[in-house]
């Protein structure tokens, strides 16, 4: 039988939904035992939220200071000791999970499976190549812990309803002193968070200008969705890196994605291929971005977009 260790991602107090992801990932897996770690200075309130999702049978909290805020030197070696006696280990593909997981797979002494997308056995996974436009069969040895990483955007969430016990462990390992926290920097926003949005307005060059982004702004805002940007957008200084999405930006799969201003790069398409529907809207009729495009809309954005506006009411 699998029996799998989740790496949970949270951050003030709040379970990142990309764990719910890797719990999903994790059940496709036949007969498979989940657990999930909380590392935290007071795990229990993460803890909570993780014992809630269904298929989750026990959460481990590991409750040290030096968690406060999450660093891979920390977690990685206690991680490690957990890890004995599971043949999985999962963290979700988000910063820190991209941060955390080769750690784990380096103490263990084994290769990381990065981006599942797919489970085709117990180790056994699909992942994407080249940008998303090939996908790979990745086979990990069967006498070794599988490390791997969960590509979120290929995933559904579990659902709540489940009842796991929540067990207090101590992993009896002494932490590395030679990592230590800062700052943490982030934007703030009322508006939902890109990277689990279910409906996304991105602009790209096409917009033109920082103080012309307000029009993407605005149409988000009447539709409840988050804002994202193509990485022309940000290179040109029309907004912060953190709304970048694609290759090197944010991996995501709304059920909407209006696409202004955006031409297509495949780079940004890889960022946004899960996408439930896909509407562009972009005065060059011949863009690569109307080819995946379930809606197109060909003209000028800055005459389409009042309009639409509108007629949302």
Not at 121 to 136: C, D, E, K, L, Q
Not at 138 to 144: E, L, R, S
Not at 168 to 179: I, K, M, Q, R
Request: charge should be negative.
């Amino acid at each position: 039988m699998s029996k799998i260790l989740i790496i949970a991602d949270h951050l003030g107090g709040t379970l990142n939904p990309a764990v719910a992801k890797c719990v999903t990932a994790a059940r496709a897996i036949d007969g498979a035992q989940i657990h999930i770690a909380v590392f935290a200075d007071q795990p229990d309130t993460v803890a909570t939220q993780a014992a809630a999702l269904d298929g989750v049978g026990k959460v481990l909290a590991v409750a040290n200071p030096a968690h406060a805020n999450l660093l891979a030197q920390a977690v990685a070696p206690q991680v490690a000791k957990l890890a004995e006696g599971y043949s999985h280990v999962f963290g979700p593909s988000t910063t820190f999970g991209k941060d955390v997981m080769p750690c784990i797979a380096a103490l263990l002494g084994v290769a990381q499976v990065s981006d599942v997308m797919g489970v085709e056995s117990s180790h056994v996974f699909t992942r994407p190549i080249y940008a998303g436009n090939a996908i790979v069969t990745v086979k990990a040895p069967a006498d070794q812990t599988v490390v791997a990483t969960i590509r979120a955007a290929s995933w559904s969430s579990a659902s709540d309803g489940g009842k796991a016990s929540v067990e207090a462990v101590d992993p009896g390992v002494d932490l590395p002193g030679h990592t230590r926290f800062v700052e943490l920097r982030q934007g703030k926003s009322d508006r939902p968070d890109l990277a689990s949005a279910p409906r996304v307005v991105s602009g790209g060059r096409g917009v033109g200008s920082k103080e012309n982004f307000d029009i993407v702004y605005s149409l988000a805002d009447k539709l409840g969705a988050a804002v994202g940007a193509s990485r022309a957008a940000v290179d040109a200084g029309y907004v912060p890196n953190e709304l970048q999405v694609g290759q090197t930006g944010k991996i995501i799969a709304p059920e909407l994605y209006v696409a202004v201003g955006i031409s297509g790069a495949i780079q940004h398409l890889t960022g946004i291929k899960d996408a439930g529907t896909i509407v562009a809207i972009n005065k060059d009729a011949d863009a690569p971005i109307f080819e995946v495009a379930d809606i197109g809309l060909v003209g000028d954005l800055f005459k389409l977009l009042p309009e639409l506006e509108a007629a949302l009411g």
